[in-house]
């Protein structure tokens, strides 16, 4: 799946270069909306599933948001999630909840390669910051809790660096408001644990999937149409001669 969303991605950049026929485009742009993310963490799991915690869904979900620029076609921008959900797990071999979740966010660098009536299309590059946490609680009265409350409610977390390659497509009534689906797929080479050292960390699963659909606001303005450029046969067939200009 990882190798074949890879794939798709690029080849719908290399259509869109290709078939670019409406000049250029410039403006800003104003991004909210809904996402989903699919993660899968199986060597986590066999972690967590020793523990007595059940295996995590790797999915995730909550609310995106970005925005940015338009010059000649070029975009700088940046995006993130926030409103992030949370896995909730219970342990079957004692009282703890187990919470895992996070987010992250960055910028972007894109190339509208179509922009006509309205349809865009546009391939982008993500550097991407954030991490992920996980956090104990335990059922207890008040006065346990002050006894020891870092063994009651210990947590860890993680920083992340990530790249994602994605694609931006949707529709802008009047150059002005629309609707836009994102696909990102997302690879994560640095994670670090923090809050705690450990030895034998379970591996982390890089690759991940990244899908949104947001409202967009803002306003973009068509420069130059490359079909509609004079050429040279448009041109008249020859100039004045010298007799033209003899008194």
């Known amino acids: 799946m990882k190798k074949s969303m890879l794939f798709t991605i690029t080849a719908l950049a290399f259509l869109g270069m290709n078939t670019l026929h409406a000049g250029e485009v410039s403006g800003g742009i104003f991004r909210i909306g809904g996402y989903f993310g699919y993660n899968p963490q199986p060597a986590l799991n066999t972690a967590i599933k020793a523990a007595g915690y059940e295996d995590l869904t790797g999915m995730s979900y909550g609310m995106s948001i970005g925005g940015g620029g338009l010059a000649g076609n070029f975009y700088f921008g ?73 063994e009651y409610n210990p947590g860890i977390g993680s920083s992340i660096f990530s790249i994602a390659a994605g694609i931006t497509t949707g529709i802008m009534f009047a150059d002005r408001v629309g609707f836009l689906v994102r696909l990102n797929y997302i690879y994560t080479p640095v994670l670090s644990w923090e809050g705690a050292v450990f030895t034998g960390a379970p591996e982390y699963n890089q690759h991940s999937l990244f899908v949104s659909i947001e409202m967009a606001f803002g306003t973009l303005m068509k420069g130059k149409d490359i079909s509609k450029e004079i050429n040279a046969d448009d041109l008249p067939s020859g100039l004045p001669g010298d007799d033209d200009y003899i008194q």
Request: hydrophobic share 40%; proline share 3%.
């Open 78 to 150: 940046g995006w993130g999630t926030v409103i992030n959900s949370s896995e909730v797990k219970k342990s079957a071999a004692s009282d703890r909840t187990m919470s895992y979740g996070g987010g992250f966010g960055g910028f972007e660098f894109g190339y509208a390669a179509v922009y006509s009536d309205g349809f865009l299309l546009m391939p982008s590059v993500s550097f991407l910051w954030g991490g992920y946490g996980m956090s104990f609680q335990t059922n207890l009265s008040f006065a346990q809790y002050l006894n020891n409350p870092v």
